[in-house]
């Protein structure tokens, strides 16, 4: 089957992050994208600007992007404000897909992209949505201290299932050295933590986090599993890494 995966991102024109990327990362797994800025970005090495899409217009692309076929799974990417979560929830209210939510509010380098608080993604939650958090992130969302060891991740997956979400990826990228490198996977009541190497990143390869949630969009999309989805999408974002093609 190929999936067809709609794409809900900031535009960052050189591609290396945001919707660009979340295109390149979904054809690589066998989908078709459909992408929908929800933000035009500039983030260069001294500029940086964002500014929000048309509420009316993405409501239009949404609604067009579904009149030409079923959408099998949705990644949500940067949603800059209130408004445009609003409109594409309201736009996709009836949609049988999967949706995967990567809780982006600042660019790798700090700067804010999202005016989204915790309360709007939790608010996202439901059985068929699969949320990828880093550890930044993921105690934000649960309102709670810097997680910093393998099993305060552990904790905070479960704890996000328990909110409502139908799966939970913790990122765990950022772990002190001494941890290694661990991502916790939580769903239907098991936790599962995934080893891999720390690689080293070179600079021009960003966007990581927006090829791993799109991988696993078209890969769940696909009707894969949660567990195998997550392999596929982490094996995904070590060959980019690892060659800088997607």
Do not use: I
Not at 190 to 219: F, Q
């Amino acid at each position: 089957m190929r999936p067809r995966v709609l794409l809900l991102a900031g535009l960052e024109p050189t591609g290396r992050a945001g919707l660009l990327a979340d295109v390149a990362a979904v054809r690589a797994r066998g989908g078709d994208a459909v992408a929908v800025p929800t933000a035009q970005t500039a983030q260069g090495a001294h500029t940086f600007a964002v500014v929000p899409a048309s509420p009316r217009m993405l409501a239009a692309q949404v609604t067009a992007a579904r009149e030409w076929g079923p959408l099998h799974a949705v990644k949500w990417g940067v949603v800059p404000g209130p408004s445009q979560l609003s409109t594409a929830k309201a736009a996709l209210k009836d949609a049988d897909a999967w949706w995967v939510v990567d809780p982006v509010v600042r660019s790798s380098r700090g700067q804010v992209l999202s005016r989204l608080t915790a309360r709007h993604y939790l608010a996202l939650a439901g059985p068929r949505v699969l949320v990828t958090p880093n550890l930044e992130e993921a105690a934000w969302l649960l309102g709670r201290p810097a997680l910093a060891t393998v099993e305060d991740a552990q904790e905070a997956a479960e704890a996000l299932c328990q909110r409502g979400f139908g799966a939970v990826l913790v990122k765990g990228g950022h772990l002190p050295e001494g941890q290694g490198l661990a991502d916790v996977l939580a769903f239907s009541g098991r936790t599962l933590v995934m080893r891999g190497r720390r690689l080293k990143r070179p600079p021009e390869r960003r966007g990581t986090g927006c090829r791993l949630a799109s991988a696993l969009a078209a890969e769940l999309g696909r009707g894969t599993g949660p567990e195998a989805a997550v392999r596929a999408a982490r094996e995904h974002v070590t060959g980019y890494l690892r060659t800088g093609r997607d």
